[in-house]
């Protein structure tokens, strides 16, 4: 849904108010209040369908780097040693490789040498893949911490639940145990994300 389209839905429902707070005598003929009603339930469907979609900076982001976007696999991975030594490994190695730095604009980048949130995870995702975890099985999420700031994290979806890669820390938790509220996530088709609100 672009800005402009939300900015002249919002005003038709604002006029939408103001005409049924007005006085019975000066109330609007039919045909005019069935069209308001038809955009608010046309915003109503637009914001839905923005649940799902990803966030604009990461479909930039893919559009940029294409061959990073791409699931494949197995859309979960088996639980072992092997793979909990690859997830510390390469968790620690990015947080330590990138130097945390807030983006002045809203770009998602990867194996960038200074960045925040989406960096570290964008970059634990190709590293991962490129020592053999299943695409399908790295998730990107963005969620909101304890103190309601906006973050991003990996999500690794294994046989006995999903884990969580962080900058903010070198261990791996499971997603119910990191204490964040999960908004969106990935599927195993990186281009589609779903809503976690209501999970």
């Excluded at 030594?85 to 002045?104: F, M, P």
């Excluded at 999420?141 to 890669?165: E, M, P, Q």
Aim: aromatic share 8%; with cysteine; hydrophobic share 35%.
């Amino acid at each position: 849904m672009t800005k402009t389209l939300f900015k002249k839905a919002t005003f038709a429902l604002s006029v939408f108010a103001l005409l049924f707070s007005a006085p019975l005598q000066a109330r609007p003929n039919t045909d005019a209040v069935a069209q308001l009603k038809s955009l608010q339930s046309q915003l109503i469907q637009l914001k839905e369908r923005n649940k799902n979609r990803p966030p604009l900076a990461y479909q930039v982001f893919c559009r940029k780097h294409a061959r990073e976007c791409r699931g494949g696999g197995s859309s979960s991975v088996r639980y072992n040693k092997k793979l909990i030594a690859t997830l510390y490994e390469t968790n620690r190695a990015v947080n330590r490789k990138i130097r945390y730095r807030n983006d002045r604009g809203e770009t998602w980048s990867i194996n960038t040498p200074f960045g925040d949130c989406e960096d570290y995870a964008l970059t634990k995702r190709s590293e991962l893949i490129r020592k053999g975890v299943p695409a399908s099985s790295l998730r990107m999420a963005v969620v909101k911490t304890r103190s309601g700031i906006g973050h991003a994290v990996l999500v690794v979806r294994t046989n006995r639940g999903d884990l969580v890669l962080d900058n903010r820390r070198s261990s791996i938790r499971t997603r119910s145990k990191t204490g964040y509220k999960y908004l969106k996530m990935a599927t195993a088709n990186p281009k589609k994300w779903v809503s976690l609100l209501l999970k």
